[in-house]
């Protein structure tokens, strides 16, 4: 079992910036690749970014050049840098992991508010 902690959120202006963190306890040999969602009220989940065990990433398009995805293995957290936020960034934002040889992230986190005003 992998337990994940988010950390971060919280209400900030437009064009303002934010970190989320995402701190993995557990069995964490057992994780390749973790990643962000995000669900906006009344919307689907949202993948917004994934960073693999080796530090590939990806980025949903509307985040790509303002967000940043980034990993200390050390501290078995994974981090969110995200800037120039915008109205429609507004979201429950949760970390998932996901254990090698899988497609799908089956562990999550509690999720952490972010809220962007215009």
């Known amino acids: 079992q992998v337990q994940l902690v988010e950390s971060g959120g919280g209400l900030v202006q437009a064009g303002g910036s934010l970190r989320l963190s995402c701190a993995a306890s557990?069995?964490?040999?057992?994780?390749?690749?973790m990643a962000w969602y995000r669900q906006a009220p009344g919307k689907q989940r949202e993948l917004v970014a994934t960073?693999?065990?080796?530090?590939?990433?990806t980025y949903t398009d509307s985040v790509k050049g303002r967000f940043t995805i980034s990993r200390d293995n050390a501290k078995n957290t994974v981090y969110l840098q995200m800037n120039s936020l915008k109205p429609e960034d507004t979201a429950v934002y949760y970390c998932?992991?996901?254990?090698?040889?899988?497609?799908?992230?089956?562990?999550w986190g509690q999720g952490t508010q972010v809220s962007v005003s215009s």
């Open positions: 998932g992991a996901r254990r090698w040889g899988r497609a799908w992230y089956e562990y």
């Open positions: 960073i693999t065990r080796g530090g590939t990433t």
């Open positions: 557990g069995s964490i040999d057992s994780i390749d690749a």
